[in-house]
């Protein structure tokens, strides 16, 4: 089991941490595994790239087309908020 507070940079990991409470809260209203929407493997290559748009989001490994058009939208936007709440 990976520990992503050891692995991610501490801004990575304040991102990764938000994207599960996000994926966990979605998961919970689909009524299916939190697993089904993200791994905790793809959160973490998200939160390190960062992507913004639904073609940066497609070149992580594992998400697919499916992913992109079932939950891409709603991930980006947060990514959005949370990126303009950084700077």
């Known amino acids: 089991m990976v520990d992503y507070k050891e692995v991610l940079s501490t801004e990575d990991f304040v991102t990764f941490a938000r994207l599960r409470e996000f994926r966990k809260e979605l998961a919970k209203t689909e009524q299916v595994p939190a697993y089904a929407i ?8 998200i939160a390190m790239a960062l992507p913004l ?35």
Not at 59 to 81: A, M, P, S
């Open 38 to 45: 993200f791994t905790n493997e793809q959160l973490a290559d």
């Open 53 to 87: 748009s639904a073609h940066a989001l497609s070149k992580i490994k594992g998400v697919g087309e499916n992913r992109v058009e079932k939950y891409g939208t709603q991930f980006l936007t947060l990514l959005k908020d949370y990126s303009q709440f950084a700077e």
